[in-house]
C-alpha cells in the first residue's frame, strides 16, 4: 500500500516571503506520478504541479517549484514571492502509475499568507 | 465547458435516511472517483471506475455503492446515512493512460448526517 504523509498542519507566511511545504510518501513502484493540489477556500481542488519520478529535474510552474528527493522519497513544495491568493489548504498526492490513476493524499497543510 | 458537475452543493440528512449525490462529467474521461473529505485525514478514496460498467473499491467503501452506466454519470449512494458519512464528497475524473493521469475534480458536495 501507499502512503503520502503531510507533517506540517498548518504554516504561515508574510507576503513576498518564500515558503517550503513538507510532504513524504512511500511506494514499491519504481514509476509513479507526484502531484500538489491546493483548495482555497472556494473548496474547487486545483492542480498546482505535477512531477514524474522517472524525471530528475525538478518541475516548475512559475512561483511554484518541487525539491523531488526519490531516494528519500520527498517531494516539497516551495512557494515563492507569496501572494494573498496564496492562503489554501494544500494537499500532496499521489499515484503510483499501477491503481488506473487512485491518488492517495497526504493529510494537507493549511497555509495563511499575511499581509 | 463545465467539466465536472456535482448535486447538490450541500445537503443536511436524516441518519438512517438514503441519499444519492450526483456527478456527471462532460470530458469523456474513461476513469471516475469519489473521494471524500475529512479534517486531518485529506482525501480518501471510497469508489472508482475505470470505464463504464466497472467499478472498484476504495480505501474506505462501506456504506456507500455507485454504478456507472455510462462515461458521464457516477453517482454515489447511501443506503441508510450515518453521523460518521458527515463530510465532503469530491468527484474526479482522468483519462487513464494519459501523461500525467491528472484528476479533475469537481466543486464537491458538503453532507450532514443529523
Known amino acids: 500500500a501507499q502512503t503520502v504523509t503531510q507533517s506540517q498542519p498548518e504554516m504561515s507566511v508574510q507576503e513576498a516571503e518564500t515558503v517550503t511545504l513538507s510532504c513524504t510518501y512511500d511506494t514499491s513502484e519504481s514509476n509513479y506520478y507526484l502531484f500538489w493540489y491546493k483548495q482555497p477556500p472556494s473548496r474547487q481542488m486545483i492542480l498546482v504541479i505535477r512531477?514524474?519520478?522517472?524525471?530528475?529535474q525538478n518541475a516548475t510552474e512559475n512561483r511554484f517549484s518541487v525539491n523531488f528527493q526519490k531516494a528519500a522519497k520527498s517531494f516539497s513544495l516551495k512557494i515563492s514571492d507569496s501572494q494573498l491568493g496564496d492562503t489554501a489548504m494544500y494537499f500532496c498526492a499521489l499515484n503510483d502509475g499501477t491503481s488506473y490513476g487512485k491518488l492517495t493524499f497526504g493529510q494537507g497543510t493549511i497555509l495563511t499568507v499575511h499581509p | 465547458t463545465a467539466g465536472i458537475t456535482q448535486a447538490p452543493t450541500s445537503q443536511i440528512l436524516a441518519a438512517g435516511r438514503s441519499m444519492t449525490l450526483r456527478c456527471t462529467q462532460d470530458?469523456?474521461?474513461?476513469?471516475m472517483y469519489w473521494y471524500r473529505q475529512d479534517l486531518g485525514l485529506g482525501l480518501r478514496l471510497i469508489h472508482y471506475?475505470?470505464?463504464?460498467?466497472?467499478?472498484g473499491k476504495g480505501e474506505v467503501p462501506d456504506g456507500y455503492s455507485v454504478s456507472r452506466a455510462n462515461t458521464d454519470d457516477f453517482p454515489l449512494t447511501l443506503a441508510s446515512a450515518v453521523p460518521s458519512q458527515t463530510s465532503v464528497y469530491f468527484c474526479?475524473?482522468?483519462?487513464?493512460?494519459?501523461?500525467?493521469?491528472?484528476?479533475?475534480f469537481g466543486p464537491g458536495t458538503r453532507l450532514t448526517v443529523l
Open positions: 512531477q514524474e519520478a522517472y524525471k530528475q
Open positions: 474526479a475524473s482522468s483519462e487513464v493512460g494519459g501523461t500525467y493521469n491528472e484528476q479533475f
Open positions: 470530458m469523456r474521461h474513461n476513469a
Open positions: 471506475s475505470n470505464t463504464a460498467g466497472t467499478t
